[in-house]
């Protein structure tokens, strides 16, 4: 099976995902349960142009390793 690269996870509503983000760091990061790498699969934002911004750099992204 061919895989598709990780795509971002944008979460807007940093009051509201904050004690998800605080969960996974701690008991299992820290835990072990989990792989550093995988917190960077998402972003929380509180801002719809920085959400905006994150997905134009994904296509710029996208865009470079396909015309490669």
Not at 32 to 54: K, M, R
């Given at each position: 099976?061919?895989?598709?690269?990780?795509?971002?996870?944008?979460?807007?509503?940093?009051?509201?995902?904050?004690?998800?983000?605080?969960?996974?760091?701690?008991?299992?990061?820290?835990?072990?349960?989990?792989?550093?790498?995988?917190?960077?699969?998402?972003?929380?934002?509180?801002?719809?142009?920085?959400?905006?911004?994150?997905?134009?750099?994904?296509?710029?992204?996208?865009k470079a390793?396909v015309t490669?």
């Amino acid at each position: 099976h061919k895989r598709i690269p990780a795509l971002p996870l944008i979460l807007i509503g940093v009051d509201y995902w904050q004690p998800l983000v605080d969960w996974m760091k701690n008991p299992l990061l820290s835990g072990g349960y989990i792989d550093p790498e995988y917190l960077q699969f998402f972003q929380v934002t509180d801002s719809i142009e920085h959400a905006g911004n994150i997905l134009v750099n994904l296509c710029d992204q996208y865009k470079a390793h396909v015309t490669k």
